[in-house]
Nanobody
Framework: QVQLVESGGGSVQAGGSLRLSCAAS????????MGWFRQAPGKEREFVAG????????YYSESVKGRFTISRDNAKNTVYLQMNSLKPEDTAVYYC?????????????????WGQGTQVTVSS
């Protein structure tokens, strides 16, 4: 059984920063890629950032590249999303997800386990 629990969401002004964390249960965390997605009201859930099983490869959507950084600590079964220079359009519920593969999982179909989400609100 895989459980993912996000934390770190909140409200911030434009230009500010937040760091999201996702704690995973189970012994298979370090074998799979992890990702962050987000869903704004009335919109589809979209890919934000992904990281390979070892952390040596990361990939981002164009909308967050250069502002967000994904990382992981396999010893702690935790993945992080550092979000800098936040914009109002970053407002959404952010979801952590575990992929079904070890590398390159930028699409929603590649993920099989999801957290409950954490709200991020950026005001102008």
């Amino acid at each position: 059984q895989v459980q993912l629990v996000e934390s770190g969401g909140g409200s911030v002004q434009a230009g500010g920063s937040l760091r999201l964390s996702c704690a995973a249960s189970g012994r298979t965390f370090s074998s799979y890629a992890m990702g962050w997605f987000r869903q704004a009201p009335g919109k589809e859930r979209e890919f934000v950032a992904g990281i390979s099983w070892s952390g040596d490869r990361t990939y981002y959507s164009e909308s967050v590249k250069g502002r967000f950084t994904i990382s992981r600590d396999n010893a702690k079964n935790t993945v992080y999303l550092q979000m800098n220079s936040l914009k109002p359009e970053d407002t959404a519920v952010y979801y952590c997800a575990r992929a079904l593969v070890a590398y390159d999982a930028p699409s929603r179909d590649a993920y099989g386990y999801w957290g409950q989400g954490t709200q991020v609100t950026v005001s102008s």
